[in-house]
């Protein structure tokens, strides 16, 4: 059996899955630790103008995380809980 390739998209990759079985490449797999957060409740909508979007989206690609994440840390630092998810 082939080993599992490296996609250049996640349309590749689900095209490649939808051919084939993780079953047959479970000797590639690796066990991994989840951590499984609270359960979110609310959804907020805010409008921001541009340049404050782009700012968040410098600031999220710098932490690594999306926007939105991005945005909940931020809000979640000014109301005093940190910077931590």
Request: no cysteine; glycine share 8%; hydrophobic share 40%.
């Amino acid at each position: 059996m082939e080993k599992i390739p490296r996609f250049k998209s996640e349309q590749k990759e689900a095209e490649y899955w939808d051919l084939e079985s993780v079953a047959d490449h479970l000797d590639e797999l690796e066990e991994v630790e989840v951590k499984v957060s609270r359960e979110l409740y609310h959804t907020l909508s805010v409008r921001i103008d541009r340049e404050n979007f782009r700012k968040l989206q410098a600031l999220a690609a710098a932490q690594g995380v999306g926007v939105t994440i991005m945005a909940r840390m931020l809000l979640k630092q000014a109301l005093g809980g940190g910077m931590h998810g």
